[in-house]
């Protein structure tokens, strides 16, 4: 079982490399902790600027405006929103195109008077930028203020003609929801603004985190000038990619808890303290999930390091390999950002075609699947896309380390300039020379 | 049964002739030398000769089977030039690893080691990580980990290069005894004093080509000349620039 003393032996030397098992293992937990600190920081301690241009003049004693500003620093009291009061709205616009301020309503003069005439219909006009969990959240609060402003008015409108019976004029259908929840597998609950970047994050940084390691078990062998040695041994070549890929795999086992760890620091840590009120629901992962979880990125990150190793073949020293860790990690972010905005059916079909063609692409779905959910039985086509892609990267791993150029080195630099050809080596050599 | 037999072999690298039909054998027992200038085709041999790299042309046969067959690769060892040793590894860890490599179970292999570690003078290192030795050390240990399967054949290129006067002699010692033992060695150095200490039988290769074969003093006295270095000279050319 030569891999398996290749897997010892690596797994041994791995562990004593202190610097690299930290950065596995605690570098997703700080990473993840300063991200869940940071984002609970964006959320909760810089405040949310609503710009409320008033031009309300009133009608008789009743002011609605005054009444909607009101009920937005009502609503808008547990998100640290702050009203400021504009006297102009091209001032009150200006203040949200520098970002000072998420978004700015204007209320027209006649705003009271119009509502106070049966039919009149006030025009609010709301100025602001696309996008944004604040921007989002000062939207719901604007809504929610004029709409309990108009609720009243309806009312008070339908009460004028139809008295007593408004009620059943203004609600002549009951509606009882009955709400069906999006469950995975795993019953999971995480419904954040965070949800549909969370996988791409955790992908994110599987890959990154682990990347490196098998430059270093492989590339290493040759750059410390031991892989000649070892491959002069009974162990396969198979042997000594498998065991020195399920070595690195071991630690990044590990890396995998500790991001998952991570995940759950992160979600927590964010939606703590005063932005627990923007997401009432909290975190919840399942001990079956948290397998699920940990198997997806360790298959990941087996291909992350396949893939490394294929392409680090050819590199003679560490510092070659590395350039091409930087290719590897922007593979995750190819297959990935198309999905943040979009499902992956409603991409062309040749973009969909090329992202079936990243292995990334299926981790994505997975973790997806897994924290979020739906899960169908396409995740069983991911999986074994994933297993496939594993088992052909180990192919064209081991036949890549299999060529001559591994031990010899480059044959171009090294042989193509010092000598010139002999007349006299094969008869197929000599043919040829008699040739040219 | 031969320990090698190479028969015509030609390996060449695009357009560059790397080993140039190069025929030899060396017996069960014996101790044989690849001696020629940098860059002419020694290491290349040897490689072929290990099974790392195929010939393009030619055939060659060690202890009676493929090179790179599994039965063949057990029973034999190569120390490869520039070789290095594992940084995390301690001396013992090392060589009792590649006893585990070369097929030995895990009481032999520790058994073996603990001979090694004693035989090499390496005890006081023995738990001294191989980032910690110095060039000499890492020598020691590498021929620790090509001995510690007891091979039949073994293969050193430049064993002794780096060593000082008193490690390089107890290198040589090392292998006198093991062909007194009955091994057989291959070894390629650029001190012809070692290789007439150590050889019964050289080849000096040159620009890809076996130029002389034979054993020291018949060789000396076929090409009437005195020594081991005055036949290099006369048979070998300076390397191109």
Known sequence: MGWYVILRKDLKELVRNKRALALVTIMPLLLFSALGILSNYSLTKTPTVITVVNEDQGYGSINYGQQAEYLIQQYGSSVDLVMVNESSFSVAQQLVRNGQAVLSVLIPRDFSYLLNQTYGTPNITIYTSSGGTKTQVASQIVDDAFGQISDYIRYHRVQLIAGNNASSILNPITVQYQEFIVKNPFNTTISTPYGGILPALIVLLAVETNVGLIVDSLIGEKERKTLEMLMVTPVSRWGIIVGKTLAVL???????????????????????????????????????????????????????????????????????????????????????????????????????????????????LLLNDTLIGPASLFDVVYILALVVYTLALFWVTVKLYGREAVIVGGTKRSFGFKRRKSASATPELQSRDQRT | MDAIQAVGLTKVFGSFIAVDSVSFRVGLGESFALIGPNGAGKTTTLRIVTGLIKPTSGTIRVLGGDPSSKEVRRRMSILPEDAGVYEKLSSWETIYYYGLLRGLNKREA???????????????????????????????????????????????????????????????????????????????????AEIQNVAKTIALIDKGKITALGEPAQLLSDFNQKSLEDLFIMLTQPEAV
């Open chain 1, 250 to 364: 071991s630690v990044s086992l590990l890396s995998a808890i500790a991001i998952l760890v991570g995940i759950i620091l992160d979600i927590s840590l964010t939606f703590s303290g005063l932005a627990a009120s923007i997401t009432p629901q909290q975190i919840r992962i399942v001990p079956l999930e948290g397998v699920a979880l940990v198997a997806i990125l360790a298959a990941t990150v087996a291909i992350t390091q396949l893939i490394t190793a294929a392409m680090s073949a050819y590199a003679t020293n560490t510092k070659e390999a590395n350039a091409s860790i930087g290719l590897v990690m922007s593979l995750p972010v190819v297959s990935m950002y198309p999905l943040l905005f979009s499902s992956l059916s409603s991409l062309p079909p040749l973009a969909q075609v090329f992202m079936y063609m990243l292995p990334f692409t299926y981790s994505y």
């Open chain 2, 110 to 192: 520790e058994q073996r080691t603990d001979e090694l570690i004693k035989q090499l003078g390496l005890e006081t290192k023995r738990n001294e990580f191989g980032s910690r030795l110095s060039k000499g050390l890492k020598r020691k240990v590498l021929l620790g980990m090509c001995l510690v399967n007891d091979p039949d054949l073994l293969i050193l290129d430049e064993p002794t290069d780096g060593l000082d006067v008193r490690s390089a002699r107890n290198v040589r010692d090392l292998l006198n005894t093991l062909v007194a033992e009955g091994k057989s060695i291959v070894v390629t150095s650029h001190n012809m």
